[in-house]
Structure formats: structure tokens, C-alpha cells
């Protein structure tokens, strides 16, 4: 139970495909995440491009660390293959459901908030004239 069993070279070599093949999940729910924003908030080619600037600079420090940290910073191709595959299997799998599903509820949230405000400002409008009348 307590013994130690050495890790070898293809255990590392499978944890480090493992891990940039959920890099490869992550990059491309952080995109997916940014096209909802896009749909709920309109942009114009600068905001957009601008976003999509950070996004390219913030994953490839992340890619960075992970070759840093697992493969002493030597760029493995089979962790690039891993990170398409990650993305891939994201995409087919749940990508295009997550952004549209999550997208609908968004704009469903925002337009009952938008009615809940409305309706109190109308009200609200209402009890002024009323009010404005009376003096």
C-alpha cells in the first residue's frame, strides 16, 4: 500500500499529453466564453480585436508555463497535437451547446431584468404624476 513506485518516462510523457490536452479544453471554453460576452454586449473591430489580442497573450503564457513546467521548456509536439485534440473534443462535445444555451439564458436574465426595471420605472413614473397633481 505504501510503496513508493518510481514514475517513468512514459508516465510523465501521458500526464504531460493528459495536461495539454485539457490546456487545449480550456483555451477553447475561455474563446467560447468571449463570444458570449460578444453576442450579449455589442462590439465594434477594435474592442474586438483588442480582446482577441489579450486572449492570444494570456494563453500563450499559459502554454508557456506548461512547457516550462513539464518539458523544461522544449516544445513537444505531441502536446500540440494534445492541446488540438482538447480543443476538438470540446468543440464537438459541448462548445457549440455552451455557447448557445448559455448565451439564450444570458439574454433571457437580461431581458425579465430589463421588463422588472421598467415596469418599477413606469410605477414609479406613475406615482410621481400622481403625486405632482395632487400639489
Same mark, same amino acid.
Not at 61 to 74: I, K, P, Q, W
Not at 96 to 107: G, R
Given at each position: +500500500?505504501?510503496?513508493?513506485?518510481?514514475?517513468?518516462? +512514459?508516465?510523465?510523457?501521458?500526464?504531460?499529453? *493528459? $495536461? !495539454?490536452?485539457?490546456?487545449?479544453?480550456? +483555451?477553447?471554453? #475561455?474563446?467560447? !466564453?468571449?463570444?458570449?460576452?460578444? @453576442?450579449? #454586449?455589442?462590439?465594434?473591430?477594435?474592442?474586438?480585436?483588442?480582446?482577441?489580442?489579450?486572449?492570444?497573450?494570456?494563453?500563450? =503564457?499559459? #502554454?508557456?508555463? *506548461? +512547457?516550462?513546467?513539464? !518539458?523544461?521548456?522544449? &516544445?513537444?509536439?505531441? =502536446? #500540440?497535437?494534445?492541446? =488540438? =485534440?482538447?480543443?476538438?473534443?470540446?468543440?464537438?462535445?459541448?462548445?457549440?451547446?455552451?455557447? $448557445?444555451?448559455?448565451? &439564450? *439564458?444570458?439574454?433571457?436574465? /437580461? $431581458? /425579465?431584468? /430589463? /421588463?422588472?426595471?421598467?415596469? @418599477? &420605472?413606469? !410605477?414609479?413614473?406613475? &406615482?410621481?404624476?400622481?403625486?405632482?397633481?395632487?400639489?
Amino acid at each position: +500500500m505504501g510503496e513508493n513506485v518510481p514514475i517513468g518516462v +512514459m508516465d510523465i510523457e501521458n500526464l504531460f499529453l *493528459l $495536461h !495539454s490536452t485539457i490546456l487545449g479544453i480550456y +483555451m477553447a471554453f #475561455v474563446y467560447d !466564453s468571449i463570444r458570449i460576452f460578444r @453576442r450579449l #454586449v455589442p462590439h465594434n473591430v477594435l474592442f474586438i480585436s483588442l480582446e482577441d489580442i489579450a486572449y492570444w497573450i494570456y494563453l500563450a =503564457a499559459e #502554454v508557456f508555463l *506548461l +512547457m516550462y513546467r513539464e !518539458s523544461n521548456g522544449l &516544445l513537444r509536439w505531441f =502536446a #500540440v497535437l494534445g492541446a =488540438a =485534440a482538447g480543443i476538438f473534443l470540446y468543440k464537438k462535445l459541448v462548445g457549440q451547446y455552451y455557447v $448557445h444555451y448559455i448565451s &439564450l *439564458l444570458l439574454q433571457k436574465i /437580461r $431581458h /425579465r431584468i /430589463r /421588463r422588472i426595471f421598467k415596469i @418599477r &420605472l413606469k !410605477s414609479d413614473n406613475k &406615482l410621481l404624476k400622481i403625486r405632482l397633481r395632487k400639489r
